[in-house]
Nanobody, 119 residues
Framework: VQLQAFGGGLVQAGGSLRLSCAASGTIFSINAMGWYRQAPGNQRELVAI???????NYADSVKGRYTISMDNAKNTVYLQMNSLKPEDTAVYFCNGNINYARFFRNDYWGQGTLVTVSS
């Protein structure tokens, strides 16, 4: 299973970006997918997560500004980021808790994508 993320870039404060992450390979089912971020000198932190049934959870710092969604048919998770702030600057990583067979699952990580918010 591979996860590939797209959509990072440079944006001014107050602007928007949309990240996407597609899972491919031998996928039996996807249990949850999420986005994490890591700023320089900081630990990786959870940004948002969505489960197979559509339940979502967000870090307090992004509630009301970010929206996570998933297209189950495309095995793709999206992160719509609005009202971006300089403190949102980080490398964003997608994560998937995925069954590669009926009774076997793993956590998978995509490559990071850099989001830079200028003030």
């Amino acid at each position: 299973v591979q996860l590939q993320a797209f959509g990072g870039g440079l944006v001014q404060a107050g602007g928007s970006l949309r990240l996407s992450c597609a899972a491919s390979g031998t996928i039996f089912s996807i249990n949850a997918m999420g986005w994490y971020r890591q700023a320089p000198g900081n630990q990786r932190e959870l940004v948002a997560i969505i489960t197979r049934d559509g339940s979502t959870n967000y870090a307090d710092s992004v509630k009301g500004r970010y929206t996570i969604s998933m297209d189950n048919a495309k095995n793709t998770v999206y992160l719509q980021m609005n009202s971006l702030k300089p403190e949102d600057t980080a490398v964003y990583f997608c994560n998937g808790n995925i069954n590669y067979a009926r009774f076997f699952r793993n956590d998978y990580w995509g490559q990071g994508t850099l989001v830079t918010v200028s003030s």
